[in-house]
């Protein structure tokens, strides 16, 4: 058993599906993640957390640029883009974050067709990766790096509009799922504000199993999104690393914190002999271990807002 800490970010307010395509203007401005603040039901996040939510194409000097790919589905061609650094340059000296120096996550605004890859990077500092869309619709790229310079992790993005017609599909509450033949399902709640485990157990034909093999210096690689505005986390596992050939299973624990109530749309990527495997699970939070806290805060806002020194909440 591998345990694991990953903690939920969001952007604040979800984005409705109308404004979508605008994504692309929004992400130009670095400073438009801090307009947006302000979390469902009112609930108000630092702006200087902006930054780690993943949705502007700039950060600390750190910035997103020539982002090309097909500009429609069945259509061959690489989906490639450039990090350039403080002074404007293109950045060709990465530290390895989980094996790879940039992870590549693409994903429709719906949470659907889900990709994570690591693209190759060129000698002018242009990453890219053959590419092909699976549907029509607005995409969010994110790319997930450290930059050697900066010794700490980024993740930039952008979004890649692909024409056709876009039929939505949005996501429903799953704690299982089936992919390639391995039943994946996932136990614990997410509560708002609190710590608690989720455990996800993987099986095949009924019995479990014990095969997990390290993938990205870990048995199981999470990535987390908040529905709507697809803030994301890429997961940091904790604990030793596994050694090669080393193996675990059936289950791999996670600690979460959701700081906000909402949907979270889960990517678990695993890998048995040798091939990689992505479930996608989809958990509400729950009121179970915040209600109380929940309605205490709701009271002293109400109160705090009569008195005429609170915050109005929506």
Not at 88 to 101: I, M, N, W, Y
């Amino acid at each position: 058993m591998s345990v694991f800490a990953v903690a939920f970010v969001t952007a604040g307010a979800v984005i409705p599906e109308q404004t979508v395509q605008s994504w692309t203007e929004e992400t130009e401005q670095t400073d438009h993640a801090g307009e947006q603040d302000m979390g469902t039901g009112g609930h108000e996040t630092h702006t200087d957390d902006a930054s780690s939510l993943g949705l502007g194409v700039a950060q600390d000097g750190y910035r997103l640029t020539g982002v090309t790919a097909p500009a429609e589905t069945g259509t061959d061609g690489d989906l490639s883009l450039i990090v350039t650094g403080p002074a404007g340059d293109p950045v060709t000296d990465f530290e390895l974050e989980h094996e790879r120096e940039l992870h590549l996550i693409a994903v429709r605004a719906d949470g659907q067709h889900f990709h994570h890859v690591h693209p190759e990077m060129n000698a002018d500092g242009t990453w890219s990766i053959p590419w092909q869309w699976d549907a029509a619709g607005s995409y969010r790229v994110f790319a997930d790096f450290v930059p050697a310079e900066a010794g700490e992790g980024i993740t930039l993005s952008t979004s890649v509009q692909v024409a056709g017609n876009y039929a939505p599909a949005p996501a429903e509450p799953a704690t299982t799922t089936t992919v390639d033949g391995y039943e994946v399902s996932v136990t614990g709640d997410l509560v708002a504000g609190t710590s608690t485990e989720l455990t996800m157990t993987i099986t095949r034909d009924g019995q479990p199993v014990t095969e997990l093999e390290p993938y990205l210096g870990a048995f199981g690689h999470l990535v987390a999104l908040r529905e709507g505005d697809l803030a994301y986390l890429h997961v940091h596992p904790h604990g030793d690393e596994p050694q090669p050939g080393q193996t675990s299973g059936p289950e791999i624990v996670f600690e979460a914190t959701a700081p906000t109530p909402g949907r979270y749309l889960l990517y678990l990527d695993f890998q048995v002999a040798g091939q990689v495997h992505t479930a996608p699970l989809v958990l509400d939070t729950t009121r179970d271990a915040g209600t109380d806290h929940g309605e205490a805060e709701q009271s002293d806002n109400t109160d705090e807002h009569e008195e005429g020194g609170g915050h109005d909440h929506d």
